[in-house]
């Protein structure tokens, strides 16, 4: 059966539309994908892409600038992406920006957000490599709250297992809360402890005003201090010293005297261990004393003998006369 005129032509348009719509479509995703327009690429490393895909959008400061053209596994701790970026963005990108990974929103593809530097060094060139920061995945913020949890619920028994003890009045907690009389004993503890603080308080500022008074000169280490008193006790110190050896020297004549006595040497020995001549010194001292009572005796009787009285009497005469002048 041959195809009529309009059939041919309904057929034409359906071609001609798909067409049109596959070039609008092409050009549309080719334009987001910056597959037409002037483009340059950039290089970063990861060590965990967390799901990136070839063709995910690259933001910088949150503006779509490019796509991800490469994904490559270097080593096992390295991956290397391959960036499109606008040419005409190239001069905002500087060496030491920033590229993460992260999502398009709570449960959108992953994209990469280039992150401006905050120095002033020189912008990228086409081929270079900017530096990476790999965030906290998802993953590692589960077992982190997997880790907090089981760490809560055992803290959680804990505390459940100390207020038991404290409603059941054991320990010291429960004892402080339940007992009256040792909750007045501790606050008046720590009442003579505030007290026994403000005296400690003055003793110290007494101190200081002692240590403070050290440096005057009215006192002992105050003087002290003073230069010419310090040489003049140096020199009795010295005096004191010379002193010392001289009355060494003495101590040591009168042990060798002493000693000398001890042996038999010198007088003092003699009438000290001799009892005969100690008694007769005693009888020499008795005779002269006797003597001596003779002699005043015979002088008396002269005075009053006929032949001496008249020279007696001229001595009192000249006697009294020079006491009279």
Do not use: C, W
């Given at each position: ?252 004549n009168l042990n ?34 006797q003597a001596s ?16 009285r008249g020279y ?14």
């Open positions: 059966m041959e195809k009529t005129t309009t059939q041919k032509i309904k057929l034409g348009l359906f071609v001609i539309i798909g067409l049109i719509i596959f070039i609008l479509t092409t050009y549309l995703i080719g334009d987001k994908q910056k597959m037409f327009g002037k483009t340059n690429h950039l290089e970063t490393v990861f060590t965990n892409v967390n799901g990136l895909q070839i063709g995910n959008n690259v933001r910088y400061s949150g503006v779509n600038v490019g796509t991800v053209r490469a994904i490559e596994m270097v080593n096992d701790t390295s991956i290397k992406v391959d960036m499109i970026i606008d040419k005409n963005i190239f001069k905002h990108i500087r060496k030491d920006a920033v590229a993460t990974i992260g999502s398009d929103g709570l449960v959108g593809s992953m994209i990469i957000n280039i992150i401006p530097g905050k120095g002033l060094k020189p912008t990228v060139e086409p081929g270079d490599k900017i530096p990476s920061f790999d965030r906290i995945r998802t993953d590692d913020i589960l077992n982190t709250l997997s880790k907090t949890n089981k760490n809560a619920a055992t803290l959680t028994e804990n505390l459940l297992k100390i207020t038991a003890d404290i409603n059941q009045k054991k320990g010291a907690v429960g004892l402080l809360i339940s007992d009256i009389e040792m909750a007045k004993d501790l606050k008046e503890t720590l009442h003579y402890l505030k007290i026994s603080g403000m005296e400690t308080s003055k003793s110290v500022t007494n101190l200081n005003k002692l240590i403070i008074s050290l440096d005057s000169k009215n006192n002992v280490i105050g003087i002290l201090k003073d230069t010419a008193v310090a040489n003049k006790i140096k020199n009795i110190v010295v005096n004191l010293d010379k002193s010392s050896t001289e009355i060494d020297k003495v101590v040591t060798k005297t002493v000693l000398n006595i001890k042996e038999g040497k010198g007088a003092i020995n003699y009438l000290a261990n001799d009892p005969n001549l100690v008694q007769n010194i005693d009888s020499t001292m008795t005779n002269i004393n009572k003779r002699l005043n005796q015979n002088l008396e009787a002269l005075k009053h003998n006929f032949l001496l007696f009497k001229k001595q009192e005469k000249a006697k009294l006369k020079e006491q009279k002048k």
